[in-house]
C-alpha cells in the first residue's frame, strides 16, 4: 500500500526533528529523524512504514492512500528538505523551535462576572483591547516562523472591534485562529463571518449542562446554549469548555451525553487556576480532593463518546499510571508554557503562562524575543530540573511537572510540588 500526507498536513523542522500538524482537527504530532527517515524510504523505494508509526498517522488523518509513486512526489521533496532543515536548527531548551500556538488574551474587558474568572470579570482597573497593528506584526513574524494556529481569548473577545480581521489575518498567513467566548455577543451574521474566515474551532464555555449547575459560577445558561445553536446551524467546528468544581464535578457524565447530543466535536475539561477575585480559599475549597480526582479519571476512562474528550495540560496527573511515553504518544505533554506555546496579553506583555499575568521580561508583543531570551520562560523550561518536592522524583515529571500557577498560589514557592496531585496529596 502507498501513502501520501493528507493536503491538510503542514510540516515544520525542528532541532533533530520535525513537527507535523492535522489542521483539520488541530492535531500536532513531533516526529524523530528515524520517523522522518522510515516516511523517506516509503516514498524512495516503498519500504513499509512502522505499524506504530502509521497507525498513529492514519488515526490521526495525516496519512492517505496515495495512487501512485508520483502522488508521493511532494510529499518526498518536502520531507527531504526539512530533513536538511531539522539538522542545523537550534532551539531553546526543552523547547520547540518555534511556539505551535499563541494565546491571545486580545482584551481584559468583558462583559459579564463569573465566580472564580481567572483574568477579568469586568472588573479590571484599565480597559484595554489589543492593538490592531501589534497583532499584524505578531502574524507576519508567526507567518515566518511557521506558528501553527491562535487561540483568541481575554477577557471577551467578541468585545474586540477587529476580531473577524484578525481571523481573516490569521487564515491568510497560514495560521489557524480559534477563538473561546462566553458566547454572548455571538450572532448569525458573526458565525457567517467566521465561517468565511475559515475560523478552526469555537470553544463555549458552560460548568453545567443544566441552567441549575452552571449558575454557580456562569451566568449565562441560555445565551450560550443559543450560541451553540448558531454555531451549530452554520457548521461550525464547535467545542465546550467545562471548568471542574467540587460542585459540578457529577454533572461530567451528563455534560459528556450533552456535548454528543449536540455534536460538539471536542469537550474540554478544565482545572481551577487561581481566580483574581474569591482568592487562595476558593481554589481551595472547589478544587477536587484526590478521592475526587480519581472519580473524574474513572469517568472520562469509561465513556464512550464521539465528542472528543481532552483535558487541560494541567490535568495529566489524573493519567499518572502512563509512561511519560506513553502520554507523549497520546499528545499528552503537560505544563508546556514557554515550551510549546505562549500567550501575548492585550497590553503586549508576552507570558510562559496566561495564568501568570504578572510574570512576564518582554513586551510589545514581541514573542520570538521572548522564545530566544526571556529569563522567565528559562525558568519554566528548567523545571525539570529545578522542581522540588515529590513531583522531582515522579516518573512522569516530563510530561506533568503539575501547575505552577496552583503552586504559587499555595505554596508561595515557584518549584514547589503540585499539592494537588492525587499522588501526593491524601484528601
Ligand atoms: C477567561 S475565559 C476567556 C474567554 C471567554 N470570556 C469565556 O468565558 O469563555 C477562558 C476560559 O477560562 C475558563 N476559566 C475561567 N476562570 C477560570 C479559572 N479560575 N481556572 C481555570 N479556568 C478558568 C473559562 O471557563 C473559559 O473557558
Ligand atoms: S470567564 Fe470569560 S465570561 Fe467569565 S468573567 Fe472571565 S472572561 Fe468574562
Ligand atoms: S507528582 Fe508531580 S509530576 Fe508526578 S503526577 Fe503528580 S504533579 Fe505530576
Given at each position: 500500500?502507498?501513502y501520501?500526507?493528507?493536503?491538510?498536513?503542514?510540516?515544520?523542522?525542528?532541532?533533530?526533528?520535525?513537527?507535523?500538524?492535522?489542521k483539520?482537527?488541530?492535531?500536532?504530532?513531533?516526529?524523530?529523524?528515524?520517523?522522518?527517515d522510515?516516511?523517506l524510504?516509503?516514498?524512495?523505494?516503498?519500504?513499509?512504514?512502522p505499524k506504530?508509526?502509521?497507525?498513529?498517522f492514519?488515526?490521526?488523518g495525516?496519512?492517505?492512500?496515495?495512487?501512485?509513486?508520483?502522488e508521493?512526489?511532494?510529499d518526498?521533496?518536502?520531507?527531504?528538505?526539512?530533513?536538511?532543515?531539522?539538522?542545523?536548527?537550534?532551539?531553546?531548551?526543552?523547547?520547540?523551535?518555534?511556539?505551535?500556538?499563541?494565546?491571545?488574551?486580545?482584551?481584559?474587558?468583558?462583559?459579564?462576572?463569573?465566580?472564580?474568572?481567572?483574568?477579568?470579570?469586568?472588573?479590571?482597573?484599565?480597559?484595554?483591547?489589543?492593538?490592531?497593528?501589534?497583532?499584524?506584526?505578531?502574524?507576519?513574524k508567526?507567518?515566518?516562523?511557521?506558528?501553527?494556529?491562535?487561540?483568541?481569548?481575554?477577557?471577551?473577545?467578541?468585545?474586540h472591534?477587529?476580531?473577524v480581521?484578525?481571523?481573516?489575518?490569521?487564515?491568510?498567513?497560514?495560521?489557524?485562529p480559534?477563538?473561546?467566548?462566553?458566547?454572548?455577543?455571538?450572532?448569525?451574521?458573526?458565525?457567517?463571518?467566521?465561517?468565511?474566515?475559515?475560523?478552526?474551532?469555537?470553544?463555549f464555555?458552560?460548568n453545567?449542562?443544566?441552567?441549575?449547575?452552571?449558575?454557580?459560577?456562569?451566568?449565562?445558561?441560555?445565551?450560550?446554549?443559543?450560541?451553540?445553536?448558531?454555531?451549530?446551524?452554520?457548521?461550525?467546528?464547535?467545542?465546550?469548555?467545562?471548568?471542574?468544581?467540587?460542585?459540578?464535578?457529577?454533572?461530567?457524565?451528563?455534560?459528556?451525553?450533552?456535548?454528543?447530543?449536540?455534536?460538539a466535536?471536542?469537550?474540554?475539561?478544565?482545572?481551577?487556576?487561581?481566580?483574581?477575585?474569591?482568592?487562595?480559599?476558593?481554589?481551595?475549597?472547589?478544587?477536587?480532593?484526590?478521592?475526587?480526582?480519581?472519580?473524574?479519571?474513572?469517568?472520562?476512562?469509561?465513556q464512550?463518546?464521539?465528542?472528543?474528550?481532552?483535558?487541560?495540560?494541567?490535568?495529566?496527573?489524573?493519567?499518572?499510571?502512563?509512561?511519560?511515553?506513553?502520554?507523549?504518544?497520546?499528545?499528552?505533554?503537560?505544563?508546556?508554557?514557554?515550551?510549546?506555546?505562549?500567550?501575548?496579553?492585550?497590553?503586549?506583555?508576552v507570558?510562559?503562562c496566561?495564568?501568570m499575568?504578572?510574570?512576564?521580561?518582554?513586551?510589545?508583543?514581541?514573542?520570538?524575543?521572548?522564545?530566544?531570551?526571556?529569563?522567565v520562560?528559562?525558568k519554566?523550561?528548567?523545571?525539570?530540573s529545578?522542581?522540588?518536592?515529590?513531583?522531582?522524583?515522579?516518573?512522569?515529571?516530563?510530561?506533568?511537572?503539575?501547575?505552577?500557577?496552583?503552586?504559587?498560589?499555595?505554596?508561595?514557592?515557584?518549584?514547589?510540588?503540585?499539592?494537588?496531585?492525587?499522588?501526593?496529596?491524601?484528601?
Amino acid at each position: 500500500m502507498l501513502y501520501k500526507f493528507h493536503p491538510a498536513v503542514i510540516v515544520r523542522a525542528e532541532e533533530k526533528a520535525s513537527m507535523f500538524f492535522q489542521k483539520k482537527i488541530a492535531d500536532t504530532t513531533l516526529v524523530s529523524f528515524e520517523a522522518i527517515d522510515a516516511f523517506l524510504e516509503h516514498f524512495k523505494s516503498k519500504e513499509d512504514i512502522p505499524k506504530e508509526l502509521l497507525h498513529h498517522f492514519i488515526t490521526r488523518g495525516y496519512l492517505i492512500p496515495a495512487r501512485n509513486k508520483s502522488e508521493q512526489k511532494q510529499d518526498l521533496e518536502l520531507l527531504e528538505e526539512i530533513r536538511e532543515q531539522a539538522k542545523i536548527r537550534k532551539s531553546p531548551l526543552n523547547s520547540l523551535y518555534a511556539p505551535e500556538t499563541i494565546h491571545f488574551s486580545l482584551t481584559n474587558a468583558c462583559n459579564q462576572k463569573c465566580i472564580g474568572c481567572f483574568y477579568s470579570r469586568g472588573e479590571v482597573e484599565e480597559e484595554k483591547y489589543l492593538d490592531s497593528s501589534m497583532f499584524e506584526s505578531i502574524t507576519k513574524k508567526a507567518n515566518e516562523l511557521q506558528v501553527f494556529q491562535y487561540a483568541l481569548g481575554g477577557g471577551e473577545p467578541l468585545l474586540h472591534e477587529n476580531i473577524v480581521e484578525f481571523c481573516y489575518l490569521s487564515t491568510e498567513s497560514n495560521i489557524i485562529p480559534n477563538i473561546t467566548t462566553n458566547g454572548n455577543l455571538f450572532t448569525k451574521e458573526l458565525a457567517k463571518e467566521f465561517k468565511q474566515a475559515k475560523l478552526g474551532q469555537i470553544q463555549f464555555s458552560l460548568n453545567g449542562s443544566e441552567e441549575t449547575i452552571n449558575k454557580d459560577t456562569r451566568p449565562n445558561f441560555k445565551k450560550t446554549m443559543n450560541a451553540i445553536k448558531i454555531a451549530r446551524e452554520a457548521n461550525l467546528r464547535w467545542g465546550i469548555n467545562f471548568l471542574v468544581t467540587k460542585r459540578n464535578i457529577s454533572d461530567v457524565p451528563a455534560m459528556i451525553l450533552l456535548a454528543n447530543k449536540l455534536g460538539a466535536e471536542t469537550l474540554n475539561f478544565l482545572r481551577i487556576k487561581p481566580p483574581i477575585a474569591e482568592g487562595n480559599t476558593w481554589v481551595q475549597n472547589e478544587s477536587l480532593s484526590s478521592h475526587e480526582h480519581l472519580k473524574l479519571h474513572e469517568m472520562l476512562k469509561n465513556q464512550s463518546s464521539i465528542t472528543r474528550l481532552t483535558v487541560d495540560a494541567s490535568f495529566c496527573f489524573l493519567f499518572n499510571h502512563l509512561s511519560s511515553e506513553e502520554m507523549y504518544s497520546r499528545g499528552m505533554w503537560g505544563c508546556a508554557a514557554a515550551q510549546r506555546f505562549c500567550t501575548i496579553s492585550p497590553f503586549g506583555h508576552v507570558l510562559a503562562c496566561s495564568h501568570m499575568h504578572h510574570h512576564w521580561d518582554v513586551e510589545n508583543g514581541d514573542f520570538d524575543k521572548a522564545w530566544r531570551e526571556s529569563k522567565v520562560f528559562q525558568k519554566f523550561r528548567e523545571l525539570n530540573s529545578t522542581i522540588t518536592g515529590p513531583c522531582s522524583s515522579c516518573s512522569i515529571k516530563p510530561t506533568c511537572k503539575g501547575c505552577r500557577a496552583v503552586v504559587e498560589l499555595i505554596t508561595d514557592d515557584f518549584w514547589a510540588s503540585d499539592t494537588q496531585c492525587p499522588k501526593n496529596n491524601n484528601q
